[in-house]
């Protein structure tokens, strides 16, 4: 069978077609849109290039016996009574309503909300800029009869069915995650009408079909999918780590267990009875990027890396803060802010990236400590993103989470696990357990060298001390 798995994302939308005997991608199609910054802070799209997108994809891809979709979560299609787009969409990435969320937590307390919700509001999820909205441009709120998510108004275009799944859902700080439904209570406190919100189904249930009959999986958010494309779905066995341009800690729990604090993302997974935890650290391979940047723009960062390789571990006493852009986890910090400390004469360009190196895997430590605080500690860890294809960084990170580090044969990322999803609704696949097992291949692991696991020990509690040493200046 044919499958075709379409990732909505921020700055393009991706398809892959794949075979679904053998688990091989067998063509793969892009297309780009721009991204809208009306003021500082605010990130917005039009939906309309999204759907234009995702039709050519499935054009240059050909035809599928199953479709899946994926995509960025958080952002608000706002649509009228004849499913009009009343705004342009507000993304994930738009700050403007962290009024909003404040105001949340003090109206509900920060102890209901994660209850309900698995998470702690933060400007990115969907329900808080519906609040903004209602404060700030009210005659548009007054025409809203539909919200949506990204990939479910190209799922609108495409069937002509309005639906969600419970994983993209999650984000929009309107479900009760435990119960994988919409929350009365969130709605009510957000001014929210339940006849706005979509259908919420599994992931791998058929949401529709398109005008040629073709199924149409419910999908899955962007992370969620992801990782059922890298095989992670059982608390206890392999999470996914995602060095991209930001860190993801992401592992499969069996019942939901959110973070009391809400320091962890706690979503539902895209596998009926199954959640997951997730720690988010905003500047990882987007630290480098930052240093390659600001030192050379002309440099790779294979040389980078070599330069780094000179240097000992702990680069002599030298650490990096890796929270250029704020952070999520273990600090929802929208004021945070990256610092070298400890750097002497002797370092060097090489010395500053094997400290970023290094801070961005005690990043990624912090958000696997505190999941193994909320459930099983996962067996090992399944890596993806651009800082996967550098060898010294696998084994960094190898040491510092004390992990076990795999790659898959396909790194398609969240369009490779959406075809998989797009798979269980046109019956290729029993569910995504069966996908997994016969689509997923792990290539080569990377194991943690107990020396540099002793070392990065003695050094993780002078980390751990640099946030709290560094707020007071940076507030």
């Known amino acids: 069978m044919r499958l075709v798995g379409l990732d909505i994302g921020t700055s393009s939308t991706k398809g892959v077609l794949v075979d679904a005997d053998a688990g091989d991608v067998r063509a793969v199609a892009e297309r780009s849109y721009p991204l809208s910054t009306p003021r500082p802070g605010w990130a917005e799209q039009n939906p309309e290039d999204w759907w234009t997108a995702a039709a050519a994809v499935l054009d240059e891809l050909g035809p599928a016996d199953g479709i899946g979709l994926s995509g960025q979560m958080h952002g608000l299609v706002a649509l009228d009574g004849e499913d009009r787009v009343v705004r342009p969409a507000i993304l994930w990435n738009d700050g403007r309503s962290q009024p909003q969320c404040d105001a949340l937590i003090e109206e509900l307390g920060l102890e209901r909300l994660v209850a309900l919700s698995g998470n702690r509001p933060l400007a990115g999820f969907t329900a808080p800029k519906l609040r903004w909205m209602a404060e700030h441009e009210p005659e548009l709120f007054g025409r809203i ?32 995650v435990g119960a994988r439904a919409w929350s ?63 860190g993801v800690v992401f592992a499969a729990r069996d019942a939901f267990a959110p973070d009391a604090e809400g320091r962890l993302h706690a979503f539902c997974h895209a596998a009926p009875a199954t959640w997951h935890v997730m720690g ?164 080569d692991t990377t194991e943690p060298d107990p020396e540099l696991v002793a070392r990065y020990a003695d050094i993780a509690p002078r980390f751990r001390a640099l946030y709290p040493a560094l707020r007071p200046l940076t507030e």
């Open 145 to 176: 009869r539909r919200v949506l998510l990204p990939k479910d108004y190209v799922r609108l275009r495409l069937c002509g069915e309005a639906a969600t799944d419970v994983s993209d859902a999650s984000g929009t700080l309107l479900l009760d």
């Open 280 to 443: 988010v650290m905003l500047s990882a391979a987007g630290g480098l990027r930052w240093l390659r940047d600001a030192t050379d723009p002309s440099a790779s960062f294979a040389a980078l890396v070599d330069e780094a390789a000179v240097w000992a571990p702990g680069v002599e006493g030298l650490l990096f803060a890796p929270y250029l852009a704020g952070e999520r986890t273990p600090y929802p910090d929208a004021g945070a802010r990256g610092a070298f400390v400890g750097l002497g004469l002797r370092h060097d360009r090489g010395a500053l990236v094997r400290a970023v190196l290094e801070g961005v895997a005690f990043g990624l430590s912090d958000s696997l400590d505190l999941i193994a605080q909320t459930g099983a500690r996962p067996a090992t860890g399944r890596l993806s993103g651009g800082g996967a294809e550098s060898p010294l960084w696998r084994e960094i990170v190898a040491a510092v989470l004390d992990l076990p580090l795999e790659r898959t044969a396909v790194s398609a990322g969240a369009a490779y696990g959406a075809a998989l999803l797009g798979g269980v609704a046109a019956g290729a696949f029993a569910d995504a357990a069966e996908a997994i097992e016969r689509c997923v291949h792990i290539t």
């Open 184 to 246: 009365d209570e969130l709605c009510a406190a957000l001014g929210v009408d339940r006849d706005w919100l979509a259908p919420v189904l599994e992931s791998g249930a058929v949401s529709g079909h398109t005008p040629a009959g073709v199924p149409v999986a419910a999908g899955a958010g962007d992370q969620a999918a992801g990782a059922i494309g890298m095989g992670v779905l059982r608390e206890g066995g392999a999470a996914s780590v995602v060095l991209g341009t930001s």
